[in-house]
């Protein structure tokens, strides 16, 4: 069935990346090559197409570093990523768990979507509808963001950045072309300590004296 044809995918995956058996036991990082890589997802394409829209399967034994690489590899690629995690309850549990970047077409309409991703760093909503109140709804992944890509939100104003003070991880932020945002937002970031990059460009409102605001930011290296 559909667990032995997967079985049989992964034991050729695992050949084509140098794998014995034995190795595919003990957790351990690896790293990939080009062709690795393209390997990687050619079998991830073949195990959508096997059992996509199929019920959860027992099949729960793949290494986690495999999981550390595929997850890796395929999260840049939007529709990758949603085909991994179709293949069985398994792998989207895998994908959740690992994921470090998220690029998702707008803020989710059920904020409490974000609990799930508890390993994120990295959250791009660059060029999306996005609403102060979407801003709020991350504070899940307070613990784990440390960059977040707002650019060209333009419906964020001053409320939407004092809902960013939980997300005290966060050392890159993107506010370029968020232009209703002034200085009272940039004062709204005082929290926001661990900040080494921050960009206000096309940020029209900002003025010399919001910027004073940013004297505090001792870790700040970057600002545009």
Not at 12 to 39: I, N, R, V, Y
Not at 46 to 53: P, T
Not at 117 to 140: A, E, I, N, W
Not at 185 to 204: D, E, H, Q, V
Request: hydrophobic residues 40%; glycine residues 6%.
């Amino acid at each position: 069935g559909c667990v032995e044809i997967m079985r049989t995918l992964v034991a050729s995956l695992s050949t084509a990346l140098g794998f014995t058996t034995a190795e595919l036991s003990p957790p351990h990082s690896c790293s990939l090559t080009d062709k690795q890589k393209s390997t990687l997802q050619s079998t991830i394409q073949q195990l959508s197409d096997v059992v996509l829209g199929s019920p959860a399967t027992p099949w729960t034994e793949l290494p986690e570093f495999l999981f550390e690489a595929v997850v890796e590899h395929v999260q840049d690629d939007r529709k990758a990523s949603a085909n991994f995690r179709l293949v069985c309850h398994a792998w989207r549990e895998a994908h959740d768990r690992l994921v470090s970047a998220l690029k998702p077409k707008g803020a989710p309409p059920d904020a409490t979507v974000w609990k799930k991703f508890g390993g994120v760093k990295t959250v791009v909503l660059k060029g999306y509808f996005v609403k102060d109140d979407d801003l709020r709804g991350l504070t899940p992944l307070a613990a784990t963001l440390t960059s977040l890509d707002l650019q060209h939100c333009y419906d964020i104003t001053n409320k939407g950045v004092k809902a960013l003070a939980p997300l005290t991880a966060i050392t890159s932020l993107d506010l370029t072309g968020c232009s209703r945002v002034t200085d009272m937002g940039i004062r709204a970031l005082a929290p926001l300590t661990a900040l080494t990059s921050l960009n206000l460009f096309r940020c029209f409102k900002v003025t010399d004296k919001g910027l004073r605001a940013l004297a505090p930011f001792t870790a700040l290296t970057s600002l545009n």
